[in-house]
């Protein structure tokens, strides 16, 4: 169990249009997902921080009217890069935390992925 | 503040070496220790996570790692690596409650034959 899937897995853009990915917790309930950005050849930097029902914590630096993250359900959340540009050309991942056990609310559960390349 | 260095960039190994991949980390206060593993355009797998009782702690693929909380480090080893081994490793950290991962900046092991 604690699967997490990302759609799509790779989509390219234009500069100056919207991208929406989406993060899905398959066999679990998620009160606590999690983007992340990778750069090529670097590590994971945490972008947000999202919990169902209210609004999302952005780690300083992170434009949030540019990158909307949407927890609408303990399932279901997304990130829509808003007017996106070629510097926004990356590796987004995201995670969630599992809602039933306590004990294991620490563990992150990570989706595979979505590469985003804006032309 | 919470903070991990991953000592070695990279680390290029014969098959059927043995490895160890090192992590320090910096911490206030006591921290989850974790080992991910990133094959190339994938997310993340756990490979064994450190919360309390033994400090040598076991994970899959045979990797295993030591919590040694005098010299702060939580390093990963194998003793005998194969090629599919070949990723890149990341050690973390989070607090007891859970939450934010503080991510070191990865370690790219190269197997070669």
């Known amino acids: 169990g604690a699967v997490v899937s990302q759609h799509p897995s790779w989509v390219i853009c234009k500069s100056g249009t919207s991208v929406k990915i989406e993060c899905r917790s398959l066999?679990?309930?998620?009160?606590?997902m999690f983007w992340y950005r990778q750069f090529p050849k670097q590590s994971l930097m945490l972008m947000a921080t999202?919990?169902?029902?209210?609004?999302?914590?952005?780690e300083q630096g992170v434009e949030k009217d540019k990158f909307l993250i949407n927890h609408a359900s303990l399932t279901l959340s997304t990130l829509t890069v808003t007017s996106a540009h070629p510097e926004d050309s990356s590796f987004y991942i995201c995670s969630a935390t599992r809602t039933s056990d306590h004990l294991t609310s620490y563990e992150q559960y990570f989706g595979p992925g979505t590469r985003l390349t804006v032309t | 503040a919470q903070s991990v260095t991953q000592l070695d960039s990279q680390v290029p190994v014969f098959e059927e070496a043995p490895v160890e991949l090192r992590c320090n980390y910096s911490s206030s206060v006591s921290v989850y220790l974790f080992w991910y593993v990133q094959y190339p355009n994938q997310g993340l797998q756990l490979l064994l996570k450190?919360?309390?009782?033994?400090?040598l702690v076991k994970g899959i693929n045979g990797f295993e790692a030591e919590f040694n909380k005098s010299q702060t480090s939580f390093h990963l080893r194998k003793p005998s690596v194969h090629i599919s081994d070949t990723a890149e490793y990341f050690c973390?950290?989070?607090?007891?409650?859970?939450?934010?991962?503080?991510f070191g900046q990865g370690t790219e092991l190269s197997v070669k034959p």
């Open positions: 999202s919990n169902e029902g209210s609004k999302a914590t952005y």
């Open positions: 450190y919360l309390s009782g033994s400090t």
């Open positions: 973390a950290v989070s607090g007891l409650m859970g939450g934010k991962l503080i």
């Open positions: 066999d679990f309930q998620a009160t606590t």
